[in-house]
């Protein structure tokens, strides 16, 4: 049976930590080239770069390679148990090398990618609206003139999602309860600095009251700004 309606698009680029989507790098890059850096769990392009260099598995000849998200995902729904062998204590270590080569692959514009994806899914006419063509590292910078982002209307609360316009309402329906989640915090952060702005005043104005209560002659003296004011007794 044919789907309705446009198909799930995946976002290129995680603006979190997760890893980066294959077919957007494998735009401009080779799949030899970008084969030692794929990730085993998502079988994405690695972000955050990890090698499994487990006790247990050493005499392995192969390189077992995790994006860190993917890898801490994983720990946390299995246990802690590592994703090769049935063991615990899984251990990894980073590359610095490794993590430059990533840092430095040839990419198009990931919001360009995205809506040209769209785009061939609605079978419109695809015009380019991004010309961007650089290293995965300076993606981050790039998106913040990209002529074609989108923020999230969540953004002054945290959400640090960006994605094409189409794209938005999509994500404000799949990403609901996160919203949800961000505005209670956002509403804790705050109660917590307007609690203490409250109990900053009532003790100025209740020491401002105490000093006017001994006031010359018996008067009470109100302090409005530089004016005093003089009230009855009593
Ligand atoms: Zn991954
Ligand atoms: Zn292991
Ligand atoms: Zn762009
Ligand atoms: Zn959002």
Redesign the pocket.
Known sequence: MEEKGPKYVMTPLSFGQSCHDINWISKTNATEKIKPYICLICKQVTNNFLELDCDEHEDEKEVFVVGESCLKRHLKENDHLCPIQQHKECSSKTSKTVQRQIDNLQV?????YERTQRMQVEKMEIIK????EGKIKDVRD??D?????SNCYFEQVGCAHVCIEQDLIGHLISSHQFHCDLIKQFIQRHQVIITGFLKHHFFFFANQASNNNNGIGGKKRITIGNRQFKADKG
Do not use: G, V
């Open positions: 198009i514009c990931p919001l360009q609206a991004c010309e961007f790039h998106l003139k990209c002529p074609l982002k």
